[in-house]
């Protein structure tokens, strides 16, 4: 039986993002190629990098539910202070750890130059600050994917003062609060279109020919902290709508979350082979159609009577446990190998089919090894520790973490 404070689907949207992170990384190595008649299936797996945006819609989902229940019953915002505390006794260790390790690795297995500019990405990761420009985007060489991480604590930071305006809206109520925040999700995606208006970097060395910055380069703006906070906002609606009806219980939800599957993957599939799947604004993964995708499985398998059954399983739930170790420590077991071992395991150049699937398998196992070890040693022991600090204690508050990314 599962706890009654965890939510029905959160736990499959977590593990089955983190699972397609890995799977797009895994399948950029092999050459479609070299899979004859099965090289589409492998493209259309790198699409799945689309499971990132997932986590953003997930975060914004579960981080926005007590101040939504709040908002509901009449009294103040959440404590800020817990907040503050509970995110970054979740995120901060476990991500201060990869980091540290890949820039230490980037020096002394990689050879990367220790210059200023290495260093300067590197602490701006540390605190907490990399995505606020292009050059930082990427704080460490060997694991990419913490690009992510940055972006997620500037969303923490945007949603308790963005929340507060509706808080303070004389009008707001019920519905129309929700409503109110569809017009906050407007003014985002206006910001975004500044952002791809006037923050374009200039052309020199911009394109992934020129290495980590240079793809960064080629990123930015589409890939800023803003994009990521319209799919954010979207789960923050979608905690909003799902607060407003969880006394229902009705088989009608089942077909929500269902149209909600069939709407995310049919955008996986209407954007292949573009891999960043830009939409609206040119926001990436298929915006706003994806996260709108995943909000409804998560707003309908919570108030679901079947699906439940199948999303609520213990493998599911020990994945989605552990997927923030699995997000942050698998790329740089992937660059570990390429490094130390296999330099064809990059981007489409695998040919040898049997070895690509064993590395990868092997990369995958020793990943969940060190996601469980780190979740038993490190993270879980931290979050107890956070808990202990709050003053009021609260052991009923959904503890999901939303990994990055």
């Known amino acids: 039986m599962r706890p009654a404070h965890r939510l029905s689907g959160a736990d499959f949207v977590r593990a089955t993002a983190c699972l397609m992170v890995i799977a797009h990384h895994v399948a950029q190595r092999i050459s479609p190629e070299a899979l004859g008649p099965w090289g589409g299936v492998s493209i259309f797996v790198q699409m799945f990098a689309l499971g990132v945006g997932a986590f953003f819609v997930l975060s914004g989902y579960l981080l926005a539910r007590p101040f939504w229940t709040a908002f509901d019953a009449g009294k103040p915002m959440p404590s800020l202070r817990t907040y503050a505390l509970r995110r970054a006794a979740r995120i901060v260790p476990a991500f201060w750890l990869a980091l540290t390790v890949s820039f230490v690795l980037s020096v002394f297995l990689l050879g990367a130059t220790l210059d200023g500019t290495l260093v300067v990405r590197f602490v701006a990761g540390f605190l907490l600050v990399a995505d606020l420009h292009w050059l930082t985007w990427f704080p460490v060489e060997l694991d990419l994917p913490l690009w992510s991480i940055g972006t997620e604590i500037t969303a923490y930071a945007l949603m308790p003062l963005c929340l507060w305006v509706v808080f303070k809206l004389p009008f707001a109520r019920g519905w129309l609060a929700r409503l109110a925040w569809v017009g906050m999700i407007a003014l985002v995606i206006g ?104 909000a409804m499985i998560l707003v309908g398998t919570q108030g679901a009577v079947v699906l439940p059954r199948f999303t609520d399983l213990r493998p599911i739930a020990y994945v989605a446990r552990i997927s923030y170790g699995l997000y942050v420590w698998h790329y740089l077991l992937m660059e570990i190998v390429r490094l130390a071992w296999q330099p064809h395991y990059v981007y489409w150049d695998m040919t040898d089919v049997t070895q690509w699937a064993l590395i990868s398998a092997g990369v995958v196992a020793v990943a969940f090894l060190i996601a469980t070890v780190s979740y038993t040693l490190m993270e879980e022991p931290v979050m107890r520790w956070a808990r202990g600090l709050e003053k009021h204690p609260s052991q009923s508050a959904p503890t999901l973490s939303p990994a990055a990314g």
Do not use: C
Request: no cysteine; charged share 10%; glycine share 10%.
């Open 191 to 294: 910001a975004q279109y500044l952002a791809i208006t006037y923050l374009v970097p200039d052309a020199h060395q911009r394109g992934w020919e020129y290495g980590t910055i240079g793809g960064a380069k080629f990123w930015w703006p589409n890939f800023n902290p803003i994009a990521f906070y319209a799919m954010f906002a979207i789960g923050i609606l979608a905690a909003g709508v799902q607060v407003r009806l969880a006394a229902i219980k009705s088989a009608w939800f089942d077909l929500v979350a269902l149209t909600g599957l069939g709407l995310a993957i049919a955008s996986i599939a209407l954007n292949v082979p573009q891999f960043d799947a830009y939409g609206l604004a040119n926001i990436p993964y298929a915006f706003p159609w994806f996260p709108l995708g995943v």
